[in-house]
């Protein structure tokens, strides 16, 4: 599903390509190789695709499209690196992370690297709309890690839930669904109805990535089982939690409480969410906000991108990995 889409704007991605390589260049041969070794950590490109989807609907993508593409991957890149780092993950995208290949210290710099090299581009754009919408995206996304790391577990509630993965995801398929228009002049209207589309897109994407840690699956590109090793307490738990019996959810704060997240109480508690159907009711929010993506894409007339913009709604709800 992810190559039809990607082939209807392969043009635009050999492009964005281009782009985002040659900003990644430095004279440093020691920068340049851990930048090399990020290049090769291919990525699906999601959020560039939601960006040129965006614009498409709205008139022609142009180059400013692509170089606004490139400065919210480089932002996306650093701050799955720096992530790795808060999170102790040893795996990302097929191979060992960053922090894994360099070491804690580095890693990190790594990502400032990264992000002054996105700070550098936007600067360059002179268009303060963009630049403040990055700004206000990069403070949110660390807003969404704190709230995260430092929201009680006693404080665990759908609301919270979905507060926190609009900060840590969504705020960024929404930046990029909002420039995307801004690219290309759209009004107001379509800019900001492509910013909820673009908000939607990404609490869809950060669910379905949480609902893989109840896989038992070892093709993901990345451990599972790692949020709850981590205390990290996501929707199919929080649900199960809120509707079991007291006894059960009971129980289940107990070690959520004690972090006792050994192996085999991460597995009492995935097979507690199961039991309790925490899996089932997170897949039915996704295509609930499906439809109500599906209805905000009725504002715009029938094109290729709008199909594409379906399709991709799709996938991400069914991706594998």
């Known amino acids: 599903m992810l190559e039809?889409?990607?082939?209807f704007i392969q043009k635009e991605l050999n492009a964005f390509d281009k782009l985002y390589i040659d900003t990644l260049r430095t004279s440093t041969k020691n920068i340049q190789n851990m930048l090399d070794f990020v290049l090769n950590k291919n990525g699906?490109?999601?959020?560039?695709?939601?960006?040129?989807?965006?614009?498409?609907l709205c008139g022609n993508p142009i180059t400013k499209t692509l170089e606004y593409a490139v400065i919210l991957e480089l932002l996306h890149v650093a701050t799955l690196i720096h992530d790795d780092v808060v999170d102790n993950t040893t795996f990302r995208r097929g191979s060992q992370s960053a922090m894994v290949k360099f070491g804690n210290k580095i890693a990190v710099l790594l990502g400032d690297y990264i992000i002054s090299k996105a700070i550098k581009q936007v600067v360059k754009t002179k268009n303060s709309t963009v630049l403040k919408t990055i700004a206000n995206l990069a403070q949110d996304l660390c807003k969404g890690e704190l709230m995260q790391l430092t929201l009680s577990n006693r404080n665990i509630s759908e609301f919270n839930y979905f507060e926190i993965i609009k900060k840590k995801t969504a705020i960024l398929f929404s930046a990029c669904s909002k420039i995307g228009a801004l690219s290309v002049d759209a009004d107001k209207k379509k800019t900001q109805t492509l910013q909820l589309i673009g908000e939607n897109l990404g609490i869809c994407f950060q669910i379905k990535d949480d609902l893989f840690d109840y896989s038992s699956t070892e093709k993901l590109g990345k451990p599972t089982k790692n949020d709850i090793k981590n205390g990290k307490i996501t929707l199919p738990l929080i649900y199960a939690l809120q509707t079991a019996p007291k006894s059960k959810s009971k129980f289940m704060m107990s070690i959520i409480e004690k972090q006792d997240f050994s192996s085999e109480n991460i597995n009492k508690l995935?097979?507690?969410s199961k039991e309790q159907k925490g899996t089932e009711y997170a897949h039915e929010k996704m295509l609930e906000i499906k439809m109500n993506t599906i209805a905000l894409l009725n504002n715009f007339p029938s094109s290729k991108a709008k199909t594409y913009m379906i399709k991709l709604i799709d996938y991400i709800i069914e991706r594998k990995q």
């Open 4 to 7: 039809s889409i990607t082939q």
């Open 44 to 56: 699906k490109r999601i959020r560039p695709i939601v960006l040129i989807l965006s614009a498409k």
């Open 270 to 272: 995935i097979n507690f």
